[in-house]
């Protein structure tokens, strides 16, 4: 007859002897390989973030460009000439504009005898002034030195241009000859268009301009 602990081996079937050590390894190399899975999932996601946000990026800087600011003109100071600037003589015809539409400001000195008037400057719409110059001609040497001029009676006018690199010029209006000259550049015509012109901008801006006085330049 078996006894009881006999019994209690024979209802309960032997378990396999369990590796601890090889246990233990299948764990790590399972927690390894998880790691390395994520690991390698993060750095294809970083990978595939960094091209869309070049990509992105790249699409903006090539849509919105940063916009260069424009170069800022210079403003010459421009003062009246204390003198009427001398004609040349004999009248000497030079090739070349009287004056050119880049200038940025000018200035119209009004001259009453030996006497300086008021003088007025405009900065804006300055080629309109240089453009109703471009009408005026030339004459013929022998026209131009046979040109009877009356007894200067009339006030006198210099305009002053400024251009952005500084330059400064001078033409003369000489309305007893009818003649406006730059240094040796001299035209004919009806030199009154560009005061005129002058006058128009400033009376636009709302400045009283007193020229022509009685309708008389």
């Given at each position: 007859m078996?006894?009881?602990?006999?019994?209690?081996?024979?209802?309960?079937?032997?378990?396999?002897?369990?590796?601890?050590?090889?246990?233990?390894?299948?764990?790590?190399?399972k927690r390894r390989r998880m790691?390395?899975?994520?690991?390698?999932?993060?750095?294809?996601a970083l990978?595939?973030?960094?091209?869309?946000?070049?990509?992105?990026?790249?699409?903006?800087?090539e849509e919105s460009p940063i916009a260069t600011p424009p170069p800022i003109a210079m403003?010459?100071?421009?003062?009246?000439?204390?003198?009427?600037?001398?004609?040349?003589?004999?009248?000497?015809?030079?090739?070349?504009?009287?004056?050119?539409?880049?200038a940025v400001n000018a200035l119209l000195c009004v001259y009453g005898g030996s006497t300086i008037l008021p003088s007025f400057e405009i900065d804006h719409d300055v080629a309109?002034?240089?453009?109703?110059?471009?009408?005026?001609?030339?004459?013929?040497m022998w026209e131009?030195?046979?040109?009877?001029?009356?007894?200067?009676?009339?006030?006198?006018?210099?305009?002053?241009?400024?251009y952005p690199d500084g330059r400064r010029e001078v033409l003369r209006f000489d309305m007893n000859c009818g003649i406006l000259s730059r240094d040796e550049v001299l035209r004919y015509g009806d030199i009154t268009r560009p005061l005129e012109a002058f006058a128009a901008i400033v009376r636009a801006e709302g400045r009283e301009f007193p020229y022509p006085y009685a309708g008389t330049w």
């Amino acid at each position: 007859m078996k006894g009881l602990h006999e019994l209690l081996a024979d209802a309960v079937p032997e378990l396999p002897e369990v590796d601890r050590v090889a246990e233990v390894g299948r764990r790590v190399r399972k927690r390894r390989r998880m790691r390395g899975a994520v690991a390698t999932g993060l750095v294809v996601a970083l990978t595939a973030g960094a091209l869309v946000g070049t990509q992105w990026f790249g699409d903006v800087r090539e849509e919105s460009p940063i916009a260069t600011p424009p170069p800022i003109a210079m403003m010459p100071t421009l003062d009246c000439p204390a003198e009427l600037v001398e004609r040349p003589y004999p009248p000497m015809e030079s090739e070349g504009p009287l004056a050119d539409e880049s200038a940025v400001n000018a200035l119209l000195c009004v001259y009453g005898g030996s006497t300086i008037l008021p003088s007025f400057e405009i900065d804006h719409d300055v080629a309109s002034v240089v453009r109703a110059m471009s009408h005026l001609v030339p004459k013929e040497m022998w026209e131009m030195r046979n040109t009877a001029c009356p007894a200067p009676a009339r006030r006198q006018y210099q305009m002053v241009l400024g251009y952005p690199d500084g330059r400064r010029e001078v033409l003369r209006f000489d309305m007893n000859c009818g003649i406006l000259s730059r240094d040796e550049v001299l035209r004919y015509g009806d030199i009154t268009r560009p005061l005129e012109a002058f006058a128009a901008i400033v009376r636009a801006e709302g400045r009283e301009f007193p020229y022509p006085y009685a309708g008389t330049w």
